[in-house]
């Protein structure tokens, strides 16, 4: 039986901002380069009021169990959700790990990245920017009322 060795490094990102729609910006909490599998994301939740629970518990309305492929995996309608996909869509790299940590132990979930879920929030974002951020730049009415 061989055992593949995993030469990788975690890069701490700060944050991201989309070359192209420099309104977009992300942090994922780390970049990860692997020699033999390429980038992802690492996103770490930790919950700590609710510290002596385990991940799956701890996450119950954020993850569910997929029995058919026996894995759990990441809610579409959910705030970690759009935060990954976001994440993903600006730095460009298509997978993370999602990290949830508790004293219980450690739940590592593999998600992907969703080009019709994406194209969907980037019209909203994008059309929020222009009609709502850009005017808001150019007259500084708030900035006014102050």
């Known amino acids: 039986m061989s055992s593949r060795h995993h030469d990788f490094t975690l890069i701490d990102s700060g944050l991201l901002v989309n070359e ?11 970049i990860q380069f692997c020699k033999c599998c390429g980038m992802k994301l690492i996103e770490v939740k930790s919950i700590y009021s609710k510290k002596n629970l385990k991940p799956s518990i701890v996450a119950e309305d954020k993850i569910s169990y997929d029995s058919e492929r026996s894995k759990w ?3 579409t309608e959910t705030s970690w959700y759009y935060q990954i996909q976001c994440q993903m869509a600006v ?3 298509y997978n993370t790990d999602l990290v949830i940590y508790k004293n219980k132990g450690i739940l590592i979930l593999g998600v992907n990245f969703n080009q019709e879920f994406w194209s969907i929030v980037f019209t909203k ?4 920017y222009l009609k709502n951020m850009v005017p808001e730049i150019l007259s500084r009415t708030i900035e006014s009322q102050l």
């Open 73 to 75: 995996t990441l809610k």
């Open 20 to 30: 192209e729609f420099t309104f977009l910006g992300a942090s994922p909490d780390y």
């Open 125 to 128: 974002l994008k059309d929020f």
């Open 91 to 93: 730095t460009k790299v």
